[in-house]
């Protein structure tokens, strides 16, 4: 999801810069939100594990995509799916450009021996250079973001209107390596929900409601989403927040591509992969002692463990993230 919602911010920045140009963006249904308010967008949703399953399914995909007569193919994603359907535009005469995911670049900065540590170019400047190559340049340093979407009256029915700050905070994420220690997450929920002023929502998937209640515990003032409202209507509240806390997650690019300010907090990981949400300051991303544990960042998605730096995010103290909470809302 992080992936998909990285593509956002470029192509709202392709659309207003080129309003003649029409975009069919290919993904996953379930992705067809993030892209609601982009202007002369419109979405195919492909069905990987159903009609477009296997190479057979990826010819039948790569033919309908061929009767939308498309001038041009962009390929973000630079898998072996996309890269199929890519070569067979580019075999059909027409013109395409594929995202650099720096696998090298990525590889040295993760590695155990050798590793160079410097930061990569985002991934959304990535994004940037493949529509340079297709002769559409944007710029990514002015972004434009959408209005705060209206709050459907079921929504409010759980958030309540706004009064003072709406804090988000998304504490899961799909690796364990990039999960803040429950106990400490706990910790910073306490402090900030003893805030005045302040509202927590918290964010997460269905199965984990038990969790989230359990932060939540019985107060008044933090609210558990998960499972209440829907995708389309997470993505309208996360724009109605003040700030967003989150790991290296898929929540924090969906707030980023909504221009909320964002919090992150990284493991296993570093914002130096390129993954750091789009347009947010990096004193915002509270990362793990690599003073303490050197061979940070070890992954680029937080997937490979590595002997006794089982804990690294430990070391990123609750006091720490609540006071980086508070100043980014001062901002």
């Known amino acids: 999801m992080g992936d998909v919602a990285m593509t956002v911010p470029v192509l709202r920045a392709l659309t207003l810069k080129y309003p003649g140009v029409k975009v069919t963006v290919v993904s996953k249904a379930f992705f067809k939100p993030l892209f609601k308010n982009i202007p002369n967008v419109a979405f195919f949703a492909a069905e990987p ?14 033919k309908e995509l061929a009767s939308l007569k498309p001038d041009a193919v962009a390929d973000l994603h630079n898998v072996l799916r996309s890269k199929i359907i890519t070569a067979l535009f580019t075999l059909s005469g027409k013109k395409t450009a594929t995202t650099n995911k720096a696998r090298s670049e990525k590889k040295a900065l993760t590695r155990t021996n050798n590793k160079i540590f410097k930061p990569l170019t ?15 340049p944007v710029d990514l340093s002015v972004p434009v973001f959408p209005e705060r979407e209206h709050l459907a009256d079921e929504v409010l029915q759980i958030t309540g209107q706004k009064i003072g700050k709406w804090i988000g905070i998304a504490p899961f994420a799909q690796h364990k390596g990039k999960v803040y220690p429950q106990n400490l997450m706990q910790q910073v929920i ?32 933090c609210i558990v989403l998960a499972g209440k409202i829907s995708f389309e ?14 790991m290296d997650s898929g929540n924090s690019h969906i707030a980023a591509m909504l221009g909320v300010k964002v919090v992150t907090l990284w493991g296993a990981t570093h914002p130096y ?19 303490k544990y050197p061979l940070l960042p070890t992954s680029v998605y937080g997937n490979k463990e590595v ?25």
């Open 122 to 136: 985002p991934v959304t400047q990535r994004h940037a250079q493949v529509f340079k190559q297709l002769d559409f």
């Open 273 to 291: 992969t390129g993954f750091a949400p789009f347009n947010q300051p990096l004193e915002n991303a509270l990362t793990a002692d690599r003073e």
């Open 49 to 62: 594990e159903g009609r477009h399953k296997g190479l057979a399914g990826l010819l039948k995909l790569y």
């Open 190 to 221: 306490n402090q900030l929900a003893e805030k005045p002023g302040y509202t927590l929502f918290l964010f997460g998937g269905k199965n984990e409601q038990v969790l989230l209640q359990g932060y939540a515990s019985d107060k008044e003032n």
């Open 307 to 331: 002997e006794g730096y089982e804990d690294v995010m430990a070391t990123i103290k609750p006091e720490a993230v609540v006071n980086k909470v508070e100043e980014v809302l001062l901002r």
């Open 233 to 246: 209507q997470e993505i309208a509240f996360i724009s109605n927040l003040d700030v967003m806390l989150s």
